[in-house]
T-cell receptor, first 114, second 114 residues
Framework: KAGVTQTPRYLIKTRGQQVTLSCSPISGHRSVSWYQQTPGQGLQFLFEYFSETQRNKGNFPGRFSGRQFSNSRSEMNVSTLELGDSALYLC?????????????FGPGTRLTVL | AQSVSQHNHHVILSEAASLELGCNYSYGGTVNLFWYVQYPGQHLQLLLKYFSGDPLVKGIKGFEAEFIKSKFSFNLRKPSVQWSDTAEYFCAVNALNTGNQFYFGTGTSLTVIP
């Protein structure tokens, strides 16, 4: 089975711009979670989607949003980028939501905000 | 505040030394517990997990972890490390009474000297 894929792998944006990141889960997985990874904060949960519905949301501002499509692919959007948004954004998929199954992580998208 | 604590931020060991990485969490109720590893240049992958049953769980590459409920701990161990174990290790907790979110520790960087 192919693993979790994320596109693009690297992005450079400037402050004030917006960005959309994409995640394709493992075939058959219907749950997709997003995380922000930074050296100081580690991995922080952004949100989780299952069957096109957001099930959980972490403690991030409304500039961070996401959605999931009927084929389980998910996108994450960050509007009005700030320097502090520079991070590795990780997507993880699982068969079922809510931690009842192992999450499989993608390679991440490295976002740099200048 | 609820959290996942990994007390060892950086660990340096010689090959064949024994390893124990601490993980403590502060969530009550039922939890699922995980250790993930991130090798240099690679994405996060699961080392082992605990959902229920025997509190001593064995994972890949000779790693094991013990869930001690009374201590809210899930420490990772390996009797004899190898140079190839050099990586960052993350403890994660899925707390079922907090909306099933995943909470990650900030990670422990392990360097094994040949």
């Amino acid at each position: 089975k192919a693993g979790v894929t994320q596109t693009p792998r690297y992005l450079i944006k400037t402050r004030g711009q917006q960005v959309t990141l994409s995640c394709s889960p493992i075939s058959g997985h219907r749950s997709v979670s997003w995380y922000q990874q930074t050296p100081g904060q580690g991995l922080q949960f952004l949100f989780e989607y299952f069957s096109e519905t957001q099930r959980n949301k972490g403690n991030f501002p409304g500039r961070f949003s996401g959605r999931q499509f009927s084929n389980s692919r998910s996108e994450m959007n960050v509007s009005t980028l700030e320097l502090g948004d520079s991070a590795l954004y990780l997507c993880a998929s699982s068969l079922v939501p809510g931690g009842r199954d192992t999450q499989y992580f993608g390679p991440g998208t490295r976002l740099t905000v200048l | 505040a609820q959290s996942v604590s990994q007390h060892n931020h950086h660990v340096i060991l010689s090959e064949a030394a024994s390893l124990e990485l601490g993980c403590n969490y502060s969530y009550g109720g039922t939890v699922n517990l995980f250790w993930y590893v991130q090798y240099p240049g690679q994405h996060l992958q699961l080392l082992l997990k605990y959902f229920s049953g025997d509190p001593l769980v064995k994972g890949i590459k000779g790693f094991e972890a013990e869930f001690i409920k009374s201590k809210f701990s899930f420490n990772l161990r390996k009797p004899s490390v190898q140079w190839s174990d050099t990586a960052e290790y993350f403890c994660a907790v899925n707390a079922l009474n907090t909306g099933n979110q995943f909470y990650f520790g900030t990670g422990t960087s392990l360097t094994v000297i040949p």
